[in-house]
Nanobody, 125 residues
Framework: QVQLVEFGGGLVQAGDSLRLSCAAS????????LAWFRQAPGKEREFVAAIGRGGHTYFTDSVKGRFTISRDNAKNTVYLQMNSLKPEDTAVYHC???????????????????WGQGTQVIVSS
């Protein structure tokens, strides 16, 4: 049974940092593309970052230079390091995984088969 479980959300102040983790089980982790999406209240879910099987990383423009994504295949875990957080980063963050996705689809949530339940991040000003 495929399972993705996110950890690490919380309430922080603008300028602070947080590291989100997503622990995976039930599939061959190294063969999957991993991504983070977020959904703010009243808004659609949006792409944040993705990391390919070989470690290439991709980010939405609004987080470039502030967020990094990494994976530890030995621990079946993907991380999202978030620095210089802003109030507009407030959202529920979800990790996603897929084994067949191509690079041009990394940004589309509909392209991912597996999702975690999400972890809340609140950034106060």
């Amino acid at each position: 049974q495929v399972q993705l479980v996110e950890f690490g959300g919380g309430l922080v102040q603008a300028g602070d940092s947080l590291r989100l983790s997503c622990a995976a089980s039930g599939f061959t982790f190294s063969r999957y593309v991993l991504a983070w999406f977020r959904q703010a209240p009243g808004k659609e879910r949006e792409f944040v970052a993705a990391i390919g099987r070989g470690g290439h990383t991709y980010f939405t423009d609004s987080v470039k230079g502030r967020f990094t994504i990494s994976r530890d295949n030995a621990k079946n875990t993907v991380y999202l390091q978030m620095n210089s957080l802003k109030p507009e980063d407030t959202a529920v963050y979800h990790c996603a995984a897929d084994s067949r996705i191509i690079v041009s689809s990394y940004f589309r949530d509909s392209a991912y088969d597996f999702w975690g339940q999400g972890t809340q991040v609140i950034v106060s000003s």
